[in-house]
């Protein structure tokens, strides 16, 4: 990034830390083993299509590969992600280095035995009617529409399954409401009472936590950046990373008001 006047920047993860492979690639792993092995349960995973999909399915193929994954069926059940995870495989020179070199053993990282893509309606119905244990992936990440809202309904009341939210939601979207994890949600006019249990690892997130943000600013001169506008967080994250700025020597931090105006010079 070439030194900047002004720089807008996101503010989704200020105070926090990500976790890291392997460390997270074991307590996905964990999950999947308390959920589907020991309680025979499911496991509902609300995902975006584009990009939190291919890398949950990446990540499963790594576990199946290394002998980890339980012998059970894996369905990713949105046809978005299903169009951009064909997108995907034909645009293998966008690959970061980890997964070039993982494809020199396994060329497809988004397809292993017992992974099933589902694009037809009566498909995905048929999967809520499935006795025993399954992983389900399913937009949307925010559980605002599409057929996740679905397979919630249909599971969130069955203390065996768990629901694992892997990114950030917006505040009041029932994927928000899910993290908090309440007794009882509402899905199609019915109050539900919320026994899967809940899990969050949003180290699957797109956006980067507080160190890899500051990272980012890192070949900046700070005497030559008059602003830094702080966005897309909510205020106490907005605030917690005004805090480190701060701390790194950034000065002239502003978290925007809605509807301010301010004038560059």
Known sequence: MPELDYLIMESTYGGEQHKELPDDEERFH??????????????IIPAFSVGRTQELVY??????????????PVYVDSPLAINATDIF???????????VEYMQTDPNPFGFNNLHYTRQVDDSKAINDLQGPAIIISASGMVTAGRILHHIYNHCEN???????????????????????????????RELKLKARVEIMDSFSAHADENEMVA???N?????????????????????????????GYSNVIIPELTESVRLN
């Open 59 to 72: 990540l499963l193929d790594r576990l199946e590969n290394s002998g980890k994954l339980p012998k059970i």
């Open 159 to 189: 203390p065996r399954n768990t629901i694992l939210m892997v990114g950030f939601c917006a505040p009041y979207t029932l994927g928000e409401k899910i993290r908090s994890k309440p007794e009882t949600i509402k899905l199609f006019g």
């Open 30 to 43: 964990d999950i999947i083993h308390q959920t589907c092995v020991e309680n025979k349960g499911k496991l």
């Open 89 to 99: 495989r034909l645009n293998p020179q966008c690959y970061d280095k980890e997964l």
């Open 216 to 218: 980012f600013l890192s």
């Open 220 to 248: 900046q001169d700070k005497n030559k950046l008059k602003n830094i506008f702080l966005i897309h967080g909510e205020e106490n994250r907005q605030e917690a990373f005004k805090k480190r700025l701060e701390e790194e």
